[in-house]
């Protein structure tokens, strides 16, 4: 099948993800980032079970899709709060545990 | 009786305890005790007196054939002894015997193969075990013949008149009854000097004797002069001492391990005890006889003494004490008559002290002015020719000597204290004066006393001075004793001379002084009366020794030289028996001589004093003489040499280096190594412990320090940072586990 | 009664003191009355005691040891609880134990500042436990621990009690002493370690058993290493003794001590060294001994002159009477040098009357301190006059110290002087003779301070500074503890044998391997 390509998407969405990560400075985007990746994980659980046949793969996708809701549920509220102190999502400003 | 002699010191000793206990309570102080205790010891030894004389007329016989070899010394003598005891138990009928006592005793039995016309009475020895030490025990005990009996009767005699003078002299005193109790310990201590048998009961008694003279010199210590004058008898005394320890012990080791007297002397008489230990011991001992017996050059005490009460000086300085050395030496004779080769020589050791003593002492009698020290130098004087008596062979001269010296000196020390009893000074010059009109009795017991001392016949004096020049002249070595004859002779003179002087001051001229201001009265009974026995004395005891040899030969021998006969010891441990041993014989011209220029002495006196004739005012005029005169004030410069550089520098600048050695040296030492340790110890602290070991442990806190300061950077608190490490580290562990499978 | 005090007499002499000092230490503090009586029963109880083993011990046969238990103590090294009397130390015992009472009585009106009868009686008993203990100890490692215990409440006595310099001189005797005693150990362990094997329980051990060290006498032994032994000893022992050049801490000690110290340390505490010498050093090292003996008399009689010169710079009186301590035991050494029976028997007399007289000198120093508030001779004088009976008391201890015969200071110093005319055979008989001379000669230097103290203290009139002062004289306590030690003196000056016939065979026995050099 089309298991090269896929891989490749997948590869390239965690690039994108893990970039966005480290480097934005928005906390939202972080989160979106953050979804990004885990996306990127589903794709390759998907394409593989697909290619075995197995529904595991499958399976395991949907966990992973109810874990990131949750995740980005609580992170929101997090940056919710952090905005709320900080009057800004600029997660370079959180460094109080700076030692 | 003769066995039982130990009760005559212990009676005395006992009196001294009991007049410590209750004196101040009893009616008179005290003295009542004292006077009863002495009356006893002398009736007790007047019984011993009885008891030896009849002993020396009957003696114990000995063995069918007289000449047993005398089996003595070291002990071995106890089978001999006790078969000879069997022997003489059945044959004697009066005489007393001696019990060797309790087994472990050293009785012995002397018996002599000597002279033939010689009698032998042995002594009576009693002993017990002391204390052993080495196994070997040690006894202490009487011992008895005529030497120690003449002693007891002597000095019970003279403690006994001088405590009834002291009734009355020291009457009032501040410590009346103390004084007492001393004199009893005196007299104790002296009785039992005179009937030791051992020489180490001896060295007791002597020292203990030492000790009461200590304690009545200084009898009124408020005053320093007087304490003063106690401890310096009792350092020059001490001085002395080391001579009778070294010399006894010499004498223990020479005679095989013993102190017993008897034993001693048997083994230097038969030559068992090498003539060199003798000498050395004779030796030793001499330089205790100087101190005790107040010898130029270790008499200086004795003047200094007369601080003390006169009885005291009568007593101890004058009759007993004084004459301890000369005791000592008499019994110890044969020790000291083989130590020094006394019988064939014309000059020794013992001979020469005792000359000079004689002639140095009379001198310095010349210019003192208080009536004591011309007596005390007198004893001087006097004790010197004992001791040349002893030192040329005239053993039973000297000891005559001892005895009338003891009767007339103490008259004349009680004499003087007659005279100064109200007055209380014995300044001649300044307080006395033309008391002979006053005070008659006094004044001619005094006079008879003088006539004793300067030896004008029949005095007492004379016989017993005399045969000391004769044996200075006769015995000894061909030709005698030259020098000591000639020395002997001249202490006549000065004699005679310097006791007119002082009969001048004291009893004739004006009254000066106090006796002068004071009522001058005789005294009392109890002061006269010992003075009247005294001078008695004075004049007839000299009867008792009179010689029937030469001009005498006329007198029974049956009355001649009793004393000798009944005093001077026989037996083998009394060098009598040696052929080196003679008795002088009476020569008429010599004692004419002597007592020509003995008077000749008091005529130049008289003549001085009484006519003013002489060069009066010399020592004004002449250097020499002025000079002369110094030298004797400043008694030969001895007590300068004595009291201010030695013991001045001992107890001064000598003590005082040691201690500052001890101090700075020796503690300095130890106290140095107390702060250098502890120097040491901050140090290490400082530099060890604080700089390398503590630097560590600091160094290893620092460490921690700045590699935590380092390693804070990563901690920039961004969550991306954390991030990219979380990422980073999966690459690189994702790569390890690709490249390693 | 007899198996009892075989079995244990010897133990409770020991340890009673001990048992005292802890029943004392339950009582409060303020109860005053009842620690006095409580110290003074244990003291009197170890002497009735005492006076029973004296009564009961065996006097024909006095150097063998009584009253003698061997236990084991620490296996390991064979060190063993053996205790025992012989003649030797039987007079030094009864000492110990005749002292501390009258100490105690003499206490009774008498504690120093800090004012803590409990305290201070206390101490005095642990004192006498390690005293008697190390007299009866036959053990090397025990009479080491012994030796070592008397030295802490000493300490304390000082340190706390005494006067104005008393931690210089408390931790001065403390160290000294304990300086000795490091070399001492070194020496007990190379003997230990020397010795012959001998089968213990099965096994083959070296012994820390003076008795059975005495046997062996070091035979065998290199004479180089016996000489470096004894001299480990040497040092131990003759710091206390004290030995000329080692003395300095002495005058320190005595004269910063409260009065009951100085009279302990005098009358006892000295002892421990010279009896060191006789019961241990000599016997086990007989070659050593030989070697050291003409130093130690040397040093003996240095100690004799030059602590008489010491006495007579001093300005205060105990200062004086602890100089005149040094040459006393000079005079013990001196005996104890001449390695001959006749030596060591005027030694151990010579540790007796010394402890006694001397013991009372100080007792009366403490009683003029008291008095007077001051020590310094020159403002003292006329006792006699303020204080007759004092006075008297200060003219009997003077005149029995100088070595008067008829009182107990003479045997000591006589007999030594005359044996040091004939020492043991090989010892140089010139140099001992010499030694002789000079000894007598300090016979006159000891008159010359003696009669001088007395003259300037007990003589003469009172100073214008206490001329008016109200001076008692002796109190009942005084009269109750000082008279039996006179009592004691004047018996044993005129009936020396009491204590010689206890110690001849003994110390006989004790040279018996000293002979054969």
Known sequence: ?99 | ?741 | MKDLLNGWGATAVVFLPLVGALVMIAIPKSEETLHKVVALVTSLAVFVIGVALLVDFDYDNTAKLQFFQDKSWIEVINSRYIVGIDGISLPLIALTLFVVPLVIIYSWNHFPEPHNPKAFLALILILETGMVGTFVAQDLLLFFVFFEFVLLPMYFMIGIYGGEQRKYASLKFFLYTAFGSALMIVAILATYFLSPKIPVDGQMMHTFSMIELSKWHGAGLARNTAILIFGGFFMGFGIKVPMFPFHTWLPDAHTQAPTQGSVILAAVLLKLGTYGFVRIAIPILPEGAHWWAPIIGGLAVIGIIYGALGCLAQTDMKRLIAFSSVAHMGYVMLGISTLTPFGINAAIFGMVAHGLITGMLFFIAGSVKDRFHTLEIKRLGGLLLQAPRMGWLLAFSCMASLGLPGLAGFWGEFPAILSAYEPAAGLSEPLFRFYMVVAALGTVLAAGYLLWLLQRVAFGTPSEEFEDADIHDMHLTDYLAWTPMIVFIVILGIYPNLIFRVTDAAVIHSLSAVVGH
């Open chain 2, 1 to 741: 009786m003769l066995t039982h002699v130990w009760i005559i010191p212990l009676i005395p000793a006992i009196a001294f305890v009991a007049i410590l206990a209750i004196g101040k309570k009893l009616p008179r102080g005290g003295s009542e005790i004292g006077i009863a205790a002495l009356a006893i010891c002398f009736v007790l030894s007047l019984g011993v007196a009885a008891g030896w004389i009849q002993r020396v007329n009957h003696p114990p016989a000995v063995e069918a054939n007289g000449a047993v070899a005398a089996a003595v010394s070291d002990g071995h003598g106890e089978a001999a002894a006790s078969d000879l005891h069997a022997a003489a138990e059945e044959t004697t009928p009066a005489a007393e015997e001696s019990h060797p006592a309790e087994s472990a005793s050293s009785g012995h039995e002397e018996e002599a193969s000597g002279h033939e016309e010689e009698h032998v009475t042995p002594p009576v020895v009693r002993t017990v075990t002391w204390f052993q030490s080495n196994g070997v025990k040690f006894d202490v005990g009487t011992m008895i013949d005529g030497l120690s009996t003449l002693m007891l009767v002597v000095v019970s005699l003279i403690s006994l008149l001088v405590h009834v003078f002291s009734t009355d002299y020291v009457a009032g005193d501040r410590r009346y009854t103390h004084f007492f109790a001393f004199l009893s310990l005196f007299t104790a201590s002296m009785l039992f000097y005179v009937i030791s048998s051992s020489t180490l009961q001896m060295i007791v008694g002597w020292e203990l004797v030492g000790l009461c003279s200590f304690a009545l010199i200084g009898h009124w210590w408020e005053e320093k002069p007087n304490s003063d004058a106690a401890l310096k008898a009792f350092l020059v005394n001490r001085v002395g001492d080391i001579g009778l320890l070294c010399g006894m012990i010499v004498l223990f080791f020479a005679a095989k391990g013993t102190f017993d007297v008897v034993t001693i002397n048997t083994m230097a008489n038969e030559g068992q005890i090498r003539h060199m230990l003798l000498l050395v011991a004779s030796l030793s001992l001499m330089t205790a006889v100087m101190s005790k017996s107040g010898q130029f050059i270790l008499h200086t005490w004795l003047p200094d003494a007369m601080a003390g009460p006169t009885p005291v000086s009568a007593l101890i300085h004058a009759a007993t004490m004084v004459v301890a050395g000369i005791y000592m030496v008499a019994r110890l004779y044969g020790v000291f008559f083989n130590g020094f080769s006394i019988g064939t020589a014309n000059i020794n050791v013992m001979a020469a002290i005792g000359a000079v003593t004689l002639v140095f002492g009379g001198l310095l009698a010349f210019v003192q002015s208080d009536i004591k020290k011309v007596l005390a130098y007198s004893t001087i004087s006097q004790l010197g020719y004992m001791v040349m008596a002893l030192g040329v062979g005239a053993w039973t001269a000297g000891i005559f000597h001892l005895f009338t010296h003891a009767i007339f000196k103490a008259c004349l020390f009680l004499g003087a204290g007659s005279m100064a009893h109200h007055i209380h000074s014995f300044d001649m010059k300044k307080d006395m004066g033309g008391l002979r009109k006053v005070m008659p009795k006094t004044f001619w017991t005094f006079v008879i006393a003088t006539c004793a001392l300067v030896a004008v016949p029949p005095f007492a004096g004379f016989w017993s001075k005399d045969e000391i020049l004769a044996g200075a002249g006769q015995l000894g070595g061909d030709g005698g004793y030259p020098l000591m004859l000639i020395m002997g002779t001249l202490g006549a003179a000065i004699t005679g001379a310097y006791m007119t002087r002082a009969i001048w001051y004291c009893f004739f001229g004006e009254r000066r002084g106090a006796s002068a201001t004071h009522e001058m009265h005789e005294n009392g009974p109890r002061i006269t009366v010992p003075l009247i026995i005294l001078s008695i004395g004075a004049i007839v005891v000299g009867l008792v020794n009179v010689p029937n040899t030469g001009f005498l030969s006329w007198v029974p021998g049956s009355y001649a030289l009793r004393f000798e006969h009944y005093v001077e010891p026989t037996g083998a441990y009394f060098p009598g028996g040696l052929e080196t041993f003679s008795h002088p014989e009476f020569n008429i011209v010599l004692a004419l001589v002597s007592t020509l220029v003995g008077l000749t002495g008091v005529l130049l006196a008289y003549l001085w004093y009484w006519k003013d004739l002489g060069p009066h005012g010399l020592t004004e005029r002449s250097r020499l003489a002025r000079g002369g005169y110094k030298v004797l004030e400043y008694k030969y410069g001895l007590d300068i040499l004595y009291v201010d550089v030695i013991a001045g520098s001992v107890k001064g600048p000598i003590a005082r280096a040691a201690n500052w050695v001890n101090q700075n040296v020796i503690d300095g030492f130890v106290n140095l190594v107390g702060t250098s340790v502890r120097r040491a110890g901050g140090w290490v602290y400082k530099y060890i412990d604080q700089g390398v070991v503590d630097t560590l442990v600091d160094g290893s806190g620092a460490a921690a320090d700045v590699s935590g300061e380092v390693l804070r950077k990563a901690q920039t608190g961004k969550v991306q940072a954390y991030g990219a490490y979380l990422f980073l580290g999966a690459t690189v562990l994702a790569a390890i586990f690709v490249i390693a499978s």
């Open chain 1, 1 to 99: 099948m089309l298991l090269n390509e896929f891989l490749l998407l997948a590869a390239a969405l965690f690039c994108i993800g893990v970039y966005g990560v480290i480097s934005r400075r928005n906390g939202v985007l972080v989160l979106m980032s953050i979804e990004l990746i885990l996306n990127s994980v589903n794709i390759n659980l998907v394409a593989f079970s697909a290619m075995t046949g197995a529904v595991s793969g499958q399976v395991f996708a949907l966990f992973v899709i109810a874990v990131a809701a949750a995740e980005v549920g609580v992170g929101l509220a997090i940056v919710l709060a952090i905005f709320r102190l900080y009057r800004s999502v600029d997660i370079d400003d959180v460094d109080l545990m700076k030692g």
